[in-house]
């Protein structure tokens, strides 16, 4: 919802108030509008810049940023501690303040986010640009690796998310042998894309986003790109190992390939007998000429 939309939302508000006998109701839900659009469960930390309303009081109307220690300096109040609160939580510490301090009987206060900066995730690995991504809100895993610039053609097909412990956060990013089984989520990818919502995770702030690099199968003979391809599923089929490489020429005997996989240290020779048969990493497929 724009902010032009709940200008305007506020401002028929104000006007049935003055006009009709459900003043007290359209000014509640005025004041609370704008902060509503938002997550009320966002916990609000360092750096974060606040937006806060008391309504008919511009001069306490204004924008604060939160300092390192989660406090800042408000009108009247003097310090005040928002850093570890939620925002709805902020909001009525702030009116019991406002309350008890004799300065109003029944104030409207409003508490918004309007910049983001506390939270945040790392995205390592093959993306477009890795580093710190700010958490707005609720942001899910999909938001996020668009902020990143989506995967690159040599990542694998999944995403491995690392969980930052409960209650900690963290300052640099931690990779997967790093972490606790407990605390690492794997997401496929291409469900992702197609809109799984199962695979689209929750974050949190300290959260580590790791797309690590596909393995490489190897095609060569008879097709017609010879060359490296990124395995990006782990059941790739002989098939569509082939169609990377453009497919097989007109020449390629599909009734005699080859795989050459290394086993236990040894390199050992595979004849396919489907092209249905699964490759794996490091495999090299060889189309041989057919005979004449």
């Not at 969980?163 to 997967?176: I, R, V």
Request: include cysteine; glycine fraction near 8%; charge should be neutral.
């Amino acid at each position: 919802m724009t902010h032009a939309l709940s200008s305007s939302l506020s401002r028929r508000f104000r006007a049935l108030a003055r006009d009709t006998s459900v003043s007290c109701v359209a000014v509640v839900l005025a004041a609370g509008f704008t902060a509503f659009a938002q997550q009320p469960d966002y916990v609000i930390g360092p750096k974060d810049v606040l937006s806060i309303t008391v309504w008919d009081q511009p001069d306490l109307t204004n924008k604060f940023t939160v300092e390192t220690d989660g406090s800042f300096t408000f009108p009247l109040i003097g310090r005040i501690k928002a850093g570890g609160l939620t925002l709805r939580q902020f909001e009525a510490d702030l009116k019991k303040r406002l309350v008890d301090g004799g300065f109003f009987r029944d104030p409207q206060v409003s508490v918004a986010v309007d910049q983001y900066a506390s939270q945040r995730v790392f995205v390592v690995g093959e993306v477009r640009s890795p580093g710190p991504i700010t958490l707005t809100g609720d942001m899910k895993l999909i938001e996020v690796l668009s902020r990143a610039g989506s995967a690159l053609p040599t990542a694998s097909g999944e995403a491995v998310i690392v969980h930052a412990p409960a209650g900690k956060t963290a300052t640099t990013a931690t990779l997967p042998d790093e972490a606790d089984d407990g605390d690492i989520v794997r997401v496929n990818l291409k469900e992702l894309q197609e809109g799984g919502k199962a695979n689209n995770v929750a974050l949190r702030d300290g959260d580590t986003i790791f797309v690590p690099r596909a393995e490489t199968i190897y095609v060569f003979g008879q097709v017609r790109a010879p060359g490296a391809y990124a395995l990006q599923t782990k059941d790739t089929t002989v098939l569509q190992a082939l169609a990377l490489a453009g497919g097989v020429t007109d020449r390629g005997a599909t009734n005699r390939i080859r795989i050459t996989r290394v086993v236990n240290g040894k390199t050992t020779e595979i004849k396919v007998k489907k092209l249905t048969d699964l490759v794996q990493p490091g495999d090299t497929i060889v189309v041989p000429e057919k005979w004449i």
